[in-house]
T-cell receptor
Framework: DSGVTQTPKHLITATGQRVTLRCSPRSGDLSVYWYQQSLDQGLQFLIQYYNGEERAKGNILERFSAQQFPDLHSELNLSSLELGDSALYFC??????????FGSGTRLTVV | AQKITQTQPGMFVQEKEAVTLDCTYDTSDPSYGLFWYKQPSSGEMIFLIYQGSYDQQNATEGRYSLNFQKARKSANLVISASQLGDSAMYFCAMRDPYGNNRLAFGKGNQVVVIP
């Protein structure tokens, strides 16, 4: 167990639907990063939150949004899903001394 | 923008032999951090080793060592005494200090260890 918890592990949904991916960071970590891993794009940074505030945005589509709650868990919302959104979505948290820790990922399949 | 390049094709390695995975990077920042992660077929991202740009010595962690050549902007991972469990994708990544410390990843190297 890395200390970063992602749920669900697998998700299968239809095009046009909306899903929410959840991430609980390692205890004490204030930063949460979301990454998307697809076969054609590799690992892409989506968005970062720090202590509840958005800090950086990467290649995140407008159909995607995220937030970090007061208890520091984060949710990534994906809407109007397309086949191309099928990917492995990772959450990572970071500590200045301990570095980055990744969750086990959520594998999203859009059919 | 920071860029990580991993261009080796998939590699087959004999068990107990060493393997070197190439990684070159491009950055104008004097302070940066380089990471290697392992991703087995199960999908999780496992941290292997870290090298800071100001570190005087090459990083080592057990069977993993990093051949850091700052002037050439390369950070190659060396896995010694390969084991069957080393079969995985390996990713080189760089911390972007001006991007709120997010990680930029290379495309990865596939390694298959054969008995």
């Amino acid at each position: 167990d890395s200390g970063v918890t992602q749920t669900p592990k697998h998700l299968i949904t239809a095009t046009g639907q909306r899903v929410t991916l959840r991430c609980s960071p390692r205890s004490g970590d204030l930063s949460v990063y979301w990454y998307q891993q697809s076969l054609d794009q590799g690992l892409q940074f989506l968005i970062q939150y720090y202590n509840g505030e958005e800090r950086a945005k990467g290649n995140i589509l407008e159909r995607f949004s995220a937030q970090q709650f007061p208890d520091l868990h984060s949710e990534l919302n994906l809407s109007s899903l397309e086949l191309g959104d099928s990917a492995l979505y990772f959450c990572a948290s970071s500590d200045p001394d301990l570095g980055y820790t990744f969750g086990s990922g959520t594998r999203l399949t859009v059919v | 923008a920071q860029k990580i390049t991993q261009t080796q094709p998939g590699m087959f390695v004999q068990e107990k032999e060493a393997v070197t995975l190439d990684c070159t990077y491009d950055t104008s920042d004097p302070s940066y951090g380089l990471f290697w992660y392992k991703q087995p077929s199960s999908g999780e991202m496992i941290f292997l080793i870290y090298q800071g740009s100001y570190d005087q010595q090459n990083a080592t962690e057990g069977r993993y060592s990093l051949n850091f050549q700052k002037a050439r902007k390369s950070a190659n991972l060396v896995i010694s005494a390969s084991q069957l469990g080393d079969s995985a994708m390996y990713f080189c990544a760089m911390r972007d200090p001006y991007g709120n410390n997010r990680l930029a990843f290379g495309k990865g190297n596939q390694v298959v260890v054969i008995p």
